[in-house]
């Protein structure tokens, strides 16, 4: 069983820094990407950044040097690094795994409990 733990959220003045993370408290054999993804209220859900194991980061074109993912393999964490807040950065982010619980198993996605963020102007 994969749980992602997740903290770091709350309030933030506009122009601020807030760090998240995220940690897989369960059994995992082995953990593909990850990331974390932005929801807003009445939109959906879309990836903010992810990382694969060997370090490789894609970003979304919003937060592109403002935002900055780091993963601790050992450690099966993930933290999100995020500077520059905007107002319209405000949502409940989540942690995302795609992850095997076994060998010959087929990788699955899962999820943090999501956490607001909330930006101040």
């Known amino acids: 069983q994969v749980q992602l733990v997740e903290s770091g959220g709350g309030v933030v003045q506009a122009g601020g820094s807030r760090r998240r993370s995220c940690v897989d408290s369960?059994?995992?054999?082995?953990?593909?990407?990850m990331g974390w993804y932005s929801q807003g209220p009445g939109k959906q859900r879309d990836m903010v950044a992810n990382?694969?194991?060997?370090?490789?980061?894609n970003y979304a074109d919003t937060v592109k040097g403002r935002f900055t993912i780091s993963r601790d393999n050992a450690k099966n964490t993930v933290y999100l690094q995020m500077n520059g807040l905007k107002p319209e950065d405000a949502a409940v982010y989540y942690c995302?795994?795609?992850?095997?619980?076994?060998?010959?198993?087929?990788?699955?996605?899962?999820w943090g409990q999501g956490t607001q963020v909330t930006v101040a102007s």
């Open positions: 995302n795994a795609e992850a095997m619980t076994a060998r010959r198993t087929p990788p699955n996605d899962y």
């Open positions: 990382m694969t194991p060997g370090g490789r980061a």
């Open positions: 369960g059994s995992v054999w082995k953990i593909n990407a």
